[in-house]
């Protein structure tokens, strides 16, 4: 195992030490626990975002938080569900006075804990709303969770729901968004090699030079199948194709159309499968008006892709083109 670390335990926190001096004037990290919050704590009279989930997928989530998108992020130990009594004080500094959206993706430890953490938060008077993300097309069930995983269409949700706060929704409002773009918004991914987690100094699961999985999940969770390394073109059909299915996309529609990165792999691949996915929702009539390509939700160094396709409407449209700046996301 060739990483920059020193002790693998200290990894996390070492971590967030350096993104707290990086970006001062946006973030503040909490040591004990470790959450993320915006530099200025909550802002009054806003609803508060809060999201979080295991270390190795960064930017995801501390990244995203600041104006325009989450208030704060919990991150727990790589690829291990944050605690509940980290995730309560994260959910009680989120809040301003009009309670606290928490966005979850579907792994059993992260909904449970989550859940756990807001009852806690709630005892000492901060009202809580949650939201599953669970946009992973590739399979029903997974060995993490109860029905599909919540994978990079996170990003869209935190970006829409975050301008949905910033505009002056209420806590109803701000989740019913929240739930909108998870009912519309689908993906699914590849892997090309296996990462490896520090701590456990191995690659998290064995992959042959000359194959590919299918349907990954961002742990490195089994897809739909093994198969042959095979084009890039080709890669992207098997992709795009069950996402623009399972979505029920037709001609004259718009989307917003996300190639993510797993960590490892470079931009000019990335957008090598962007290419071929806008040019397969061409040929079906749907319009891309929207577009994100780049590292948003990794697995450590995995080299691999996902693809995300959101449907959109003019209000989505326009939340996902208000302003945001964050550490990872800014225009």
Same mark, same amino acid.
């Given at each position: 195992?060739?990483?920059?670390?020193?002790?693998?335990?200290?990894?996390?926190?070492?971590?967030?030490?350096?993104?707290?001096?990086?970006?001062? !004037?946006? $973030? %503040? &990290?909490?040591?004990?626990?470790?959450?993320?919050? @915006?530099? *200025?704590? #909550?802002?009054?009279?806003? /609803?508060?975002?809060?999201?979080?989930?295991?270390?190795?997928?960064?930017?995801?989530?501390?990244?995203?938080?600041?104006?325009?998108?989450?208030?704060?992020?919990?991150?727990?130990?790589?690829?291990?569900?944050?605690?509940?009594?980290?995730?309560?004080?994260?959910?009680?500094?989120?809040?301003?006075?009009?309670?606290?959206?928490?966005?979850?993706?579907?792994?059993?430890?992260?909904?449970?804990?989550?859940?756990?953490?807001?009852?806690?938060?709630?005892?000492?008077?901060?009202?809580?709303?949650?939201?599953?993300?669970? !946009?992973? $097309? %590739? &399979?029903?069930?997974?060995?993490?969770?109860?029905? @599909?995983? *919540?994978? #990079?269409?996170?990003?869209? /949700?935190?970006?829409?729901?975050?301008?949905?706060?910033?505009?002056?929704?209420?806590?109803?409002?701000?989740?019913?968004?929240?739930?909108?773009?998870?009912?519309?918004?689908?993906?699914?991914?590849?892997?090309?090699?296996?990462?490896?987690?520090?701590?456990?100094?191995?690659?998290?699961?064995?992959?042959?030079?000359?194959?590919?999985?299918?349907?990954?999940?961002?742990?490195?969770?089994?897809?739909?199948?093994?198969?042959?390394?095979?084009?890039?073109?080709?890669?992207?059909?098997?992709?795009?194709?069950?996402?623009? !299915?399972?979505?029920?996309?037709?001609?004259?529609?718009?989307?917003?159309?996300?190639?993510?990165?797993?960590?490892?792999?470079?931009?000019?691949?990335?957008?090598?499968?962007?290419?071929?996915?806008?040019?397969?929702?061409?040929?079906?009539?749907?319009?891309?008006?929207?577009?994100?390509?780049?590292?948003?939700?990794?697995?450590?160094?995995?080299?691999?892709?996902?693809?995300?396709?959101?449907?959109?409407?003019?209000?989505?449209?326009?939340?996902?083109?208000?302003?945001?700046?964050?550490?990872?996301?800014?225009?």
């Amino acid at each position: 195992m060739k990483k920059l670390i020193n002790d693998p335990q200290d990894v996390v926190a070492e971590s967030l030490e350096g993104f707290a001096a990086a970006h001062a !004037d946006l $973030v %503040a &990290v909490h040591a004990d626990p470790p959450f993320v919050t @915006r530099a *200025g704590g #909550a802002v009054p009279g806003k /609803v508060g975002l809060v999201s979080g989930g295991g270390s190795g997928h960064e930017p995801l989530h501390a990244g995203f938080v600041g104006v325009g998108m989450l208030d704060a992020a919990v991150p727990g130990a790589v690829f291990t569900s944050p605690t509940p009594d980290q995730i309560a004080p994260a959910l009680q500094a989120a809040d301003g006075g009009k309670g606290v959206l928490a966005i979850v993706k579907n792994y059993t430890g992260d909904v449970l804990n989550f859940e756990t953490g807001a009852e806690l938060a709630e005892a000492d008077g901060v009202t809580v709303r949650s939201v599953v993300v669970d !946009d992973d $097309v %590739a &399979v029903e069930n997974s060995l993490y969770t109860a029905g @599909r995983r *919540g994978v #990079a269409g996170t990003v869209c /949700v935190e970006k829409i729901a975050g301008a949905a706060a910033e505009r002056g929704g209420d806590l109803d409002a701000v989740a019913a968004v929240a739930e909108r773009v998870i009912a519309n918004v689908r993906s699914m991914g590849v892997a090309l090699t296996a990462c490896t987690v520090p701590h456990a100094g191995r690659p998290s699961f064995d992959l042959p030079e000359d194959e590919i999985e299918i349907g990954i999940g961002i742990h490195g969770e089994p897809g739909r199948r093994r198969i042959p390394l095979a084009g890039a073109d080709e890669i992207t059909e098997m992709l795009l194709t069950p996402v623009v !299915d399972d979505l029920g996309l037709s001609g004259g529609e718009q989307v917003l159309l996300f190639v993510n990165g797993m960590g490892g792999t470079p931009a000019s691949e990335l957008y090598v499968v962007y290419r071929r996915a806008r040019a397969l929702l061409s040929e079906r009539g749907v319009e891309v008006t929207r577009s994100l390509v780049g590292n948003y939700v990794t697995s450590l160094e995995m080299q691999g892709a996902s693809v995300t396709v959101l449907r959109l409407d003019d209000e989505l449209t326009a939340l996902w083109d208000a302003p945001v700046h964050t550490t990872a996301l800014r225009w």
